[in-house]
């Protein structure tokens, strides 16, 4: 079966970094999103990762490892606006999304 | 970016009756949109798969009796919840792909329903 692991929730203080894991296993691969979820909205795209490697976007980065099925997402400088939800999602071979439960951050002062 | 509209935003329904959300990409053309449904703490859960100009595919266990899809234009796909009751309260958020951006998906605002 296809599988999407993130942590469920994660901690950490405003200004500093944190790293979210995914990891994955699916029939095929055709591109990894992360995208930005709070309550009671729609998630709002972050990154895609469809080779090997670091992308960087402002504050925010996202690394692909496809050997390992295996991504994070890394969060610089971090800001009160920050807590939300972080969804990892995989594109499989039919070119739909599977996705991941998401990753619950709580930024603390 | 691309936008996709979803409208309404909320709605409160009885149960037994029906509702519609309409699904919009306002400034593209999507051949395909996707309908999801989200319970809370969940992840988005896909429920169907709609193509323009033909039926919807359905994932397992999805009614298609129930969530009627109808995707009679490219920019244009509506989701009508039939005969709902309360267990169908949930957030429903469709997704359109930008066919000249595939590398993302766009999403609408979502439909909060409750069914009371």
């Known amino acids: 079966g296809q599988n999407i692991d993130q942590p469920t929730e994660m901690t950490a203080t405003e200004g500093a970094i944190v790293q979210i894991n995914c990891t994955y296993q699916t029939s095929g691969f055709n591109g990894l999103f992360w995208y930005q979820q709070h309550a009671g909205e729609a998630p709002t795209f972050l990154s895609y990762n469809v080779l090997d490697g670091l992308e960087e976007k402002g504050r925010f980065s996202s690394f692909l490892s496809r050997s390992k099925g295996y991504s994070y997402l890394l969060l610089k400088e971090l800001q009160m606006k920050d807590s939300a939800s972080y969804l990892c999602?995989?594109?499989?071979?039919?070119?739909?999304?599977?996705w991941g439960a998401g990753t619950k951050l709580i930024i603390k002062p | 970016g691309a936008v996709v509209s979803q409208h309404p935003s909320w709605v409160i329904c009885k149960s037994g009756t029906s509702v519609k959300i309409e699904c919009r990409s306002l400034?593209?053309?999507?051949?395909?949109m996707f309908w999801y449904r989200q319970f809370p703490k969940q992840s988005l859960m896909l429920m169907a798969t709609s193509n323009e100009g033909s039926k919807a595919t359905y994932e397992q266990g999805v009614e298609k009796d129930k969530f009627l899809i109808n995707h009679a234009s490219l920019t244009l796909s509506t989701l009508t919840v039939t005969s709902a009751h309360p267990e169908d309260s949930s957030f429903y958020i469709c997704?359109?792909?930008?066919?000249?951006?595939?590398?993302?998906?766009?999403f609408g605002q979502g439909t909060r329903l409750t069914v009371v």
């Open positions: 999602a995989v594109r499989d071979s039919n070119y739909q999304l599977i």
């Open positions: 400034d593209f053309q999507a051949t395909t």
């Open positions: 997704s359109a792909r930008d066919p000249d951006r595939w590398t993302e998906a766009f």
